[in-house]
């Protein structure tokens, strides 16, 4: 299968600073990813869909000023979360729609990035 | 917001027992997915069953759906300790179609 990578797996960072997140598909070009977040024993949350070229979509109640989101390649979707505050600790996650000609798009998900904000 | 509803919350098993979680939804779909968890990590797509189909099997795995009654159900058969993690059931995800997951279902499988 189609190999997504987040990176870092694991951030920990002071209150105030900004953390930028990388989801890259290795294996395939994603004109569209999504970045979800999930708070410990929750489900996964939708924050907004970021489309290469142009800007992210985001969900109701989800900041776009909190939650930088750039695509700035067909491979590569950054999310950076400004001023972070505690509150921001969470498990970030990415995943990248291969969209294949006649064939149905499938998502792949990365691993997921664990931020923790003192 | 959640489109679907799973339950039960957390569901502890003995190894070799099976496994039963359902999943509720909301709108009309096209499509319904299961994903896996391991704690901790990404996600892991297990299977998908379309609008049309009412069962589906792979491996130890068995997914049905009732659109009558917006409800879906993934069995695993003949648990082991490796199943333990966290299962969602999720709703769209082709084209531009947002997926959306569901509360989830902690599996613990008991060695």
């Known amino acids: 299968g189609a190999v997504v990578s987040q990176h870092p797996s694991w951030v920990i960072c002071k209150s105030g600073t900004s953390v930028k997140i990388e989801c890259r598909s290795l294996?395939?070009?994603?004109?569209?990813m999504f970045w979800y977040r999930q708070f410990p024993k929750q489900s996964l949350m939708l924050m907004a869909t970021?489309?290469?070229?142009?800007?992210?979509?985001?969900e109701q109640g989800v900041e776009k000023d909190k939650f930088l989101i750039n695509h700035a390649s067909l491979t590569l979707s950054t999310l950076t979360v400004t001023s972070a505050h505690p509150e921001d600790s969470s498990f970030y996650i990415c995943?990248?729609?291969?969209?294949?000609?006649?064939?149905?798009?499938?998502?792949?998900f990365g691993e997921g990035s664990r931020l923790t904000v003192l | 917001s959640q489109q679907g509803e799973e339950d039960p919350q957390a569901l502890s098993i003995q190894e070799g027992e099976n496994a039963t979680m359902n999943c509720s939804y909301k709108?009309?779909?096209?499509?319904l997915q299961w994903y896996r968890q391991n704690s901790g990590r990404g996600l892991v797509h297990l299977i998908l069953?379309?609008?049309?189909?009412r069962e589906k099997h792979s491996g130890r795995l068995r997914v049905t759906l009732d659109t009558s009654k917006k409800s879906s159900s993934l069995l695993i058969t003949a648990s082991r300790a490796a199943d333990t993690a966290s299962y969602f059931c999720?709703?769209?995800?082709?084209?531009?179609?947002?997926?959306?997951f569901g509360t989830g279902t902690r599996l613990t499988i008991i060695p």
């Open positions: 995943s990248a729609l291969w969209a294949r000609r006649g064939r149905t798009g499938e998502l792949f």
């Open positions: 294996d395939f070009q994603a004109t569209t």
């Open positions: 970021s489309n290469e070229g142009s800007k992210a979509t985001y």
């Open positions: 709108t009309s779909i096209n499509n």
């Open positions: 069953i379309r609008s049309n189909e």
């Open positions: 999720a709703t769209g995800g082709f084209g531009n179609e947002k997926l959306t």
